[in-house]
């Protein structure tokens, strides 16, 4: 396989994993800001924002912090290149250029959602919002969905590859982004804010009935913090998707010939990772552990492009 083709595969499998997360957290925002017991405001738009990394770009626009401008800043802004439509329109791009590497159903999949968005100008109203959420949700599963039935070859493990580097680095973002943003200044941890937004971060990582099978107390912070980053049995979890990372990165290398320091990276974190307790977590400073593992991801993330040449 060429290294340029190798490329394109694994940003399809990042750029869709990133449209539908946006999609996830963007829907979650719409119902916490409409449904809690006190709206949250500015403070859930800004949090946002923060997750996605765009806050400095979309402050740099001089736009409110309101619904409607955040939700088109992070759904069809062509200036935002995290956007939705931006991510569609980019792993579009690189699917027609290994066309012949994908299914029909894989292909049409990205091509419906991205002709969804072709020709709106806004989002439109809180209904129209979560109408155009649930269009992309559906159309990214029906993507992962058709990835099921391809052939296990290197298409399929680079596509899977990129999707599980993405899902890490967004659900640690997730994680981080609640303990010391979300929660407005002066409520405490259990409140009923606190709670909405802990069964908000649940519904974006669609991990609501996995809390409920896993652990029998109610919602608790440090218990959704245990199941998303230790719980490797989570798919969206920390250690769920770097256990992906190190399935692909294996197979690939046996297919390939070609192992090297990414593959070294993943089995490091893979390992600090099945051998850390959440009180170890809590211990080192969860805001400080979520960073590092950032930067963990980012690294392995460099090491693939390097070990397989990457353009």
Not at 91 to 115: C, G, M, P, Q
Not at 156 to 180: P, S, W
Not at 286 to 295: C, P
Request: aromatic share 8%; with cysteine; proline share 2%.
């Amino acid at each position: 396989m060429l290294s340029r083709t190798a490329a394109q595969l694994y940003w399809i499998g990042r750029y869709v994993e990133r449209a539908e997360f946006t999609a996830r957290l963007l829907e979650a925002t719409l119902r916490l800001d409409a449904l809690s017991a006190r709206p949250a405001g500015q403070v859930a738009w800004d949090s946002a924002l923060r997750v996605t990394a765009c806050d400095k770009r979309y402050a740099a626009t001089g736009l409110p912090t309101e619904p409607q401008s955040v939700s088109g800043y992070l759904t069809l802004s062509p200036d935002n290149s995290s956007s939705i439509r931006s991510c569609l329109d980019s792993a579009r791009s690189n699917a027609k250029s290994v066309r012949t590497a994908l299914t029909r159903d894989a292909w049409e999949a990205i091509n419906r959602a991205w002709l969804g968005l072709r020709g709106l100008a806004t989002t439109g109203g809180y209904e129209e919002t979560l109408a155009l959420t649930a269009m992309i949700r559906a159309e990214t599963r029906g993507f992962e969905g058709a990835l099921h039935h391809m052939l296990r070859n290197e298409a399929y493990h680079f596509i899977g590859l990129g999707a599980a580097i993405e899902r890490a680095d967004n659900t640690a973002r997730l994680i981080d982004v609640k303990y010391h943003l979300l929660l407005p200044e002066g409520e405490k941890v259990g409140g009923v804010i606190d709670r909405d937004q802990w069964t908000t971060i649940l519904h974006t990582v669609s991990a609501n009935t996995a809390y409920r099978w896993l652990y029998r107390d109610g919602l608790k912070p440090w218990l959704v913090a245990d199941m998303l980053i230790l719980r490797s049995e989570v798919p969206r979890s920390l250690a769920g998707a770097i256990d992906e990372v190190v399935q692909h990165l294996a197979y690939i290398g046996k297919r390939l010939g070609r192992q090297g320091e990414a593959d070294r990276l993943a089995r490091r974190c893979q390992t600090t990772l099945s051998r850390t307790s959440i009180d170890a977590v809590f211990g080192q400073g969860l805001h400080e552990y979520l960073e590092a593992f950032v930067v963990e991801a980012s690294q392995i993330d460099r090491a693939i492009g390097q070990q397989f040449r990457f353009a």
